[in-house]
């Protein structure tokens, strides 16, 4: 069995999340770009990384002759063009978490480059690897609803992840991370149009941030929690309870704190001075908390999409075709299918579906699959269907972008004006 040499620029979240699946003999982790000292410790140790190749940042190691098969490169948003491209040069395949790039015109240069450096890269659009989309992609293959006509789609944020990562966290600002539909629903773009397998032509959205700002802030709230808020019991959003008295949600400390299991005296240190412990009306978030997408696609399907943070999380999905409906929830993992032949339904257990992999966490088993089929990929060949290369993800974060012009122009736009 082939070990890919693996090189990893930025261990945060999502960095861990892949390579924390790289333990096995299919992959071998060599070298970490990481500003963070406890997060470049975490890969360090972990993988048994060489010292010398543990670096504080990625030039680092585009400096270097190419070391490894692979790169991965899961920094923030507005940080994946120069490396992405410097790796691409080198001819490293690569890993790309998603956005692809903040600008369409790095999107489809990243695209270019890998095409003429002939390099393989995956974007990691994780939902296309998981039991549920993928058992819900099988099903519309083998005509089981006919022809796709219509798409409903939603994703429901979360009120708490919206508060935690989109007002508090590293994705709130639109100049420090990129715009709502970019970057947490570029998932659900790829995913519709994957599911209707035809080209989108034409975008149409509205949307705002309309909750969490400035004037919804309760009278007399100090601009942070710990401070001491006359509505911090029934706030839903109070940082001290989120990340200081709720000690099982290591997710929302973890991140906060920037260290794996961080004690209470650290969360109290974040709470007294970063956005995270500040009272959610009062950050520097301009990013929409909630947004409706219409698409027209070629052959004359529709599809409607609706991003929204006040609800408890999770995605819904109802697929109409001309013979059938699939509707699912991928929170509980099932699907139903009606039949028109027949008029009966039937209700389908993704987590029983065989292959469906152990690990059911982490995007309801996408960051499990995603590892599984890029070894495959690079190494045996894969000849399935759940590829997010390059060319197609580039194509498909379009959507976003055309999407986004037409909420701020208010106008339906067409895709052919970003050359697709």
Not at 313 to 336: A, C, N, P, Q, V
Request: proline share 3%; charged share 25%; net charge negative.
């Amino acid at each position: 069995m082939k070990t890919l040499k693996v090189a990893l620029i930025g261990a945060g979240l999502r960095g861990q999340a892949y390579t924390d699946f790289m333990t096995d003999e299919r992959f071998q982790v060599v070298a970490v770009a990481e500003p963070i000292e406890e997060r470049r410790e975490y890969i360090r140790k972990l993988h048994n990384v060489p010292k010398e190749m543990c670096f504080d940042t990625w030039e680092r190691i585009t400096e270097l002759p190419k070391c490894a098969d692979l790169a991965i490169v899961s920094t923030m948003d507005r940080m994946h063009y120069e490396p992405a491209m410097q790796l691409i040069e080198k001819k490293y395949d690569l890993l790309l978490e998603k956005p692809i790039a903040p600008t369409w015109e790095e999107c489809m240069n990243i695209a270019k480059a890998a095409k003429e450096n002939q390099v393989k890269i995956l974007v990691c659009h994780v939902l296309r690897y998981t039991p549920f989309f993928g058992k819900l992609k099988e099903m519309i293959d083998q005509g089981a609803i006919g022809r796709v006509m219509s798409v409903h789609h939603s994703e429901c944020v979360g009120n708490r992840h919206q508060s935690h990562s989109f007002v508090r966290g590293n994705w709130g600002n639109e100049e420090e991370s990129s715009f709502m539909l970019l970057q947490k629903s570029c998932h659900d773009m790829d995913i519709i149009q994957w599911l209707v397998g035809e080209k989108c032509v034409r975008a149409q959205s509205f949307g705002s941030l309309t909750y969490f700002v400035p004037e919804n802030a309760p009278e007399g709230a100090p601009e942070y929690c710990i401070e001491g808020c006359p509505k911090a019991e029934e706030c839903y959003y109070n940082a001290v309870k989120l990340y200081l008295e709720d000690e099982k949600n290591l997710w929302f400390r973890e991140a906060a704190a920037k260290v794996k299991e961080p004690t209470n005296e650290q969360i109290k240190e974040v709470l007294k001075s970063t956005q995270y412990g500040k009272c959610v009306f009062k950050c520097n978030n301009d990013v929409v908390d909630h947004q409706v997408v219409n698409l027209e696609f070629e052959g004359g399907a529709v599809a409607s999409f609706n991003m929204c943070a006040f609800n408890e999380g999770g995605r819904f999905i109802r697929i109409m075709g001309t013979d059938g409906e699939l509707s699912g929830d991928m929170k509980s993992k099932t699907i139903d299918y009606y039949n028109f032949r027949t008029g009966e339904h039937e209700l389908i257990d993704t987590e029983k579906i065989e292959n469906s992999g152990k690990v059911m966490e982490g995007h309801g088993g996408g960051d499990l699959g995603i590892v599984n089929v890029l070894y495959q990929y690079l190494t045996e060949g894969y000849e399935g269907d759940l590829l997010s290369e390059i060319e197609i993800s580039a194509q498909n974060h379009m959507i976003a972008f055309a999407a986004e012009r037409s909420r701020l122009e208010n106008r339906v736009v067409d895709l052919a004006e970003f050359g697709v």
